[in-house]
């Protein structure tokens, strides 16, 4: 049965699983949908047209589905979309998406630390680690298993590529390639991310491949287009590793590699 304190705030039309447990002066909105096993603790609110899958863990004073913080927002119901597995600790906000119809999106078994922030209309995969004091500006998309460390930034619209890392105290400006480092304000990638890569059982090979795409892109003074076109000459390159780069490269936004 779910376990919901008296002093809790659950408003009409919220839609809880049977097992949820909201704890004490929570705060509930009124399009809140909360799958099975989720814990709101004590001082947490979940708010705005929000839909949370299972076994997630809103730790106190966090804020998730708050309203954007885009001055473009015209009203309508935008909206934030979670997976399971999640956990956003003390003081993390988490907003909903601009437009009407559109949403913020998170997947599922990230972990999002103390006072980090995920803004409107982001695209956060799986497996993500946000530490203490980061932020995503809004329209970022982060991939699997990605690192954004204690008190960096990411500039709107930029991407961070799958298992990649930004460094402590950095701002990414640019998007981040997967599998590298970035540090620095403005970030540049300075590594690859050995250590991510061999923790989630990448061959030798691969880490030699992606170590290969590093020097080929930012040590030999190719400008982008010839660094991805060597990468691509490269025996197998659209599949593994290198096609993973390419792929990504092959997207770029606005704000480049």
Request: glycine share 10%.
């Amino acid at each position: 049965m779910a376990k919901i304190h008296p002093t809790a705030i659950i408003e009409n039309g919220a839609k809880l699983a049977g097992d949820v447990e909201i704890g004490a002066y929570a705060y509930i909105g009124a399009e809140v949908e909360i799958g099975s096993g989720t814990v709101v603790a004590h001082h947490a609110t979940v708010d705005g047209f929000t839909k949370m899958g299972e076994n997630n863990e809103i730790f106190p004073y966090a804020f998730v589905g708050g309203k954007t913080h885009d001055l473009k927002f015209k009203g309508g119901r935008p909206g934030l979309i979670i997976g399971s597995g999640n956990v956003f600790r003390e003081y993390c906000t988490v907003h909903l998406a601009t437009a009407d119809n559109t949403f913020t999106q998170i997947g599922s078994f990230n972990n999002f630390l103390a006072y980090s922030h995920v803004a409107h209309d982001c695209v956060v995969a799986d497996h993500i680690i946000m530490s203490a004091h980061s932020a995503l500006g809004g329209h970022v998309k982060v991939g699997n298993y990605a690192v954004v460390s204690w008190g960096s930034g990411v500039h709107q619209f930029c991407r961070i590529g799958e298992y990649a890392m930004l460094s402590a105290a950095s701002k990414a400006v640019k998007d981040i390639p997967p599998f590298m480092m970035a540090d620095g304000s403005p970030a540049e990638v300075c590594a690859i991310n050995k250590v991510n890569m061999q923790r989630h059982d990448f061959t030798e090979r691969d880490i030699n491949e992606v170590f290969f795409a590093f020097k080929t892109i930012y040590k030999k003074g190719l400008n982008r287009k010839h660094a991805f076109l060597e990468i691509s000459q490269r025996p197998d390159s659209e599949n593994g590793v290198l096609g993973r780069i390419l792929k990504f490269a092959e997207s770029a936004t606005e704000r480049s590699v």
